[in-house]
């Protein structure tokens, strides 16, 4: 990697960057490091340095420092952290990529999820190659997020482990299908908050979150105190189990619930 070679001005401003352990950093933190350099000039050095192999452009304005002994061409910065760089409101990440930190998916992930309380403008940002998909949740829908660890230093905005349950269940296309969901509720089953899950469930509203939730709580045969609760609180119309599959299957008047995936086809993924 011959052509990574460091000069004035790029040794120091990556210098005082590593000072401050900035992995990320914006045009403007760099012109201001750089005192004296207009912010034309600065975006000019920043070009040079993403040619060199130096930095990644990660979206417009906003840069990545490659570590020095890795390939520009293969490098990529992991994909929780960079999505708290991409987003310019409140955030947490969700769904699919909240089961992943909670380590309950059994397939790998091929996007990064995050949930805004702000509607952005695009909803999906790629960078090379991995798409980030920014989903929107309004006022009600949004909390139940923490500091969670991804490693042994570092922590990100990500949905509690009832809240993923909560999100997954409410659009389970984003979570890989039911059939995933199934087998993270059940993976966690010993260590899910169950007072909490009622009690979101109750904050978040939602007809068709408490109908899946009820259904695959009873098809896993996880006791909780609150089944009858939910049971009350039921409107009268159906929903999909799995809103992405055809619209066909029995229908569970227990739980208001169209069952568009057999049962036999649920548990035996809780193997895998």
């Not at 790629?126 to 660890?149: C, D, L, M, S």
């Not at 905005?157 to 995933?180: R, W």
């Amino acid at each position: 990697m011959g052509y990574k070679t460091l000069k004035e001005p790029s040794s120091f401003l990556l210098a005082e960057l590593n000072n401050q352990d900035k992995q990320f950093f914006t045009l403007p933190e760099a012109t201001e490091l750089l005192s004296g350099s207009n912010p034309v000039a600065v975006r000019k050095l920043l070009s040079q340095m993403v040619e060199r192999g130096l930095l990644m452009r990660i979206k417009d304005g906003l840069y990545h420092i490659i570590p020095y002994d890795k390939d520009p061409q293969t490098y990529q910065p992991d994909w929780h952290i960079t999505a708290t760089h991409l987003v310019n409101s409140d955030y947490y990440i969700g769904y699919y990529s909240a089961l992943s930190i909670h380590s309950l998916i059994t397939q790998p992930a091929f996007k990064e999820q995050v949930v805004v309380n702000k509607i952005h403008q695009k909803q999906s940002i790629f960078v090379k190659n991995t798409e980030y998909q920014i989903i929107f949740h309004n006022k009600a829908h949004f909390f139940g997020a923490k500091n969670t660890w991804i490693d042994n230093y570092t922590k990100v905005q990500c949905s509690d482990l009832e809240k993923t349950f909560i999100d997954c269940l409410f659009m389970p296309q984003y979570a890989g299908g039911i059939t995933e969901i199934t087998k993270a509720i059940h993976k966690a089953r010993e260590k899910t908050d169950y007072e909490k899950l009622l009690r979101y469930c109750r904050q978040f509203k939602s007809q068709a979150v408490i109908k899946r939730l009820g259904f695959l709580l009873e098809l896993l045969e996880i006791k909780t105190p609150f089944i009858e609760k939910l049971i009350s609180g039921l409107s009268g119309s159906y929903i999909l189990l799995d809103p992405s599959l055809p619209k066909e299957g029995r229908m569970f008047s227990r739980w208001k619930i169209r069952q568009n995936i057999d049962t036999e086809t649920l548990k035996s993924a809780l193997s895998y």
